[in-house]
């Protein structure tokens, strides 16, 4: 994945490498129930609970699986959400991506700002034709930025993850590189 890590800047953000600096201010984010009850984690307890997060931000980074941006607005240094890929093929030149934001900043346009930014650059840097994103059928809101970022529903993955003590159903949705005109 190349040794330096890349930063991607949009009008009024900036992606970049999350670092344990940045645990405490995820901590807000991670432990409440809302931001963390559609992406199959129980909310955050503790700081070391962030640490283990970004623990996997790194090892899936090493291992060439993905790559997770830390997503911050231009004028302030704190870590808000974050926005990236895993289960990287490159094999097969398709990744899943998947976001996160703190409440605070829901409906102001950043999740769609990054997700956007994110896909594009997956498109061009990592020679993906595929992006999916799995979402819960009661996430109306993330299946709503899908479809304005031009995402396509393909269908219901029926007990596709076994996360907090329930099997969840999950709809695929999937871009292809060709349903962006200016890439």
């Not at 974050?82 to 998947?98: I, T």
């Amino acid at each position: 994945m190349g040794l330096e890590f890349p930063i991607i800047e949009t009008e009024r953000l900036i992606l970049r490498e999350v670092t344990i600096e940045d645990a405490e201010g995820m901590l807000d984010y991670f432990s409440d129930q809302d931001v963390v009850k559609h992406i199959g984690l129980a909310p955050f307890q503790s700081v070391a609970d962030v640490y283990d997060e970004i623990n996997w931000y790194k090892s899936i980074r090493e291992e060439g699986s993905g790559i997770r941006w830390g997503i911050t607005l231009r004028e302030e240094e704190q870590v808000i959400g974050s926005c990236g890929f895993l289960n990287m093929k490159p094999k097969h030149h398709r990744a899943e991506v998947g976001f996160e934001l703190s409440k605070d900043c829901w409906g102001k346009g950043i999740a769609s700002e990054a997700l956007e930014a994110v896909v594009k650059y997956g498109f061009l840097h990592y020679e993906l034709e595929r992006i999916e994103a799995l979402v819960e059928p009661t996430n109306l809101p993330s299946q709503k930025l899908l479809e304005r970022q031009k995402f396509q529903k393909e269908g219901l993955l029926r007990h596709y993850e076994y996360t907090c003590g329930k099997f969840d159903d999950l709809y695929m949705y999937s871009i292809l590189k060709g349903d962006l005109n200016e890439i």
